[in-house]
């Protein structure tokens, strides 16, 4: 059985934790979880216990955590799986991660996909421009350094507001909980420099919209992607748990039909 731990019992890895627990990945289970505020079953105190119980750990508990715990992870010899993958905006933190020794570095693609036929786009000539457009329940992209009438839209107003737009690295920084996606298509393309993003408040939205459009010398593409929100995280989409879980099932067992 492949031992899976998890750092973060939040919105994500709950979800994550209730699903292995119940059979969801043959051949996967749940062998601990370190989260310091929510009492699991499961539960440890410290990261050695949790490593000494993992073949492969999961982290789900933000960019703080990352920074935290991710290279000991991988120094200890345990494969770790990011969702928190908007924290490697941060290049120190991203060349960190990739440089340690020990076990590998999986990123968790999170809420959209598509990335196989980018990287075919971007192999076959550079791509000119990627852009990501974001549309969110306008409540949850409410932020502490938001000025007063910005935030009053947000919260009472009847129309879509544009809350940011400009390049990805930017974006990760100022929306940490709503970068992930925007970090997974800026490494799998033209980097976090290079990618445009766009991200509206929707007061009507009840789920998460994301529309990538790309072009270069391989043609043009657009992808759509609208998943409903996490009940725990309306900053989330609900799938985000299961792409972890996909994830943990193709480590052990590639898909022969995903290459």
Not at 87 to 112: F, H, K, M, N, P
Not at 227 to 237: M, Q
């Amino acid at each position: 059985m492949l031992r899976v731990g998890l750092i973060g019992c939040g919105a994500i890895g709950s979800v994550v934790a209730r699903e292995l627990s119940g059979g969801a990945v043959d051949g996967a289970e749940l062998a601990a979880v370190f989260d310091l505020v929510v009492d699991h079953p499961l539960g440890v105190q410290d990261r050695d216990s949790l490593l000494s119980r993992s073949d492969v750990v999961v982290e789900a508990a933000g960019h703080g955590a990352l920074r935290e715990h991710g290279v000991a992870v991988r120094e200890a010899g345990t494969d770790l799986l990011v969702v928190s993958i908007g924290a490697l905006a941060d290049e120190e933190l991203e060349s960190t991660l990739r440089d340690a020794q020990g076990g590998r570095l999986l990123l968790c693609t999170g809420a959209i996909g598509g990335f196989d036929i980018l990287r075919a786009a971007m192999l076959f000539g550079p791509l000119e421009e990627v852009a990501i457009n974001s549309t969110k329940p306008a409540a949850a992209l409410r932020r502490p350094w938001m000025d007063e009438a910005l935030l009053d839209a947000l919260a009472y107003g009847s129309e879509p507001v544009t809350v940011f737009d400009g390049r990805a690295r930017e974006a990760c920084v100022r929306f940490p909980e709503s970068a992930n996606v925007t970090a997974t298509l800026s490494l799998a393309t033209v980097g976090f420099d290079g990618v445009r993003v766009r991200l509206v408040g929707d007061p009507e939205a009840i789920g998460v919209r994301h529309v990538v459009c790309a072009s270069g010398a391989a043609g043009a593409y657009e992808l759509s992607f609208e998943n409903a929100a996490s009940p725990d995280n309306p900053r989330t989409s609900a799938v985000t748990a299961y792409s972890v879980l996909r994830a943990l099932t193709d480590i052990q067992r590639p898909p022969v039909s995903v290459l």
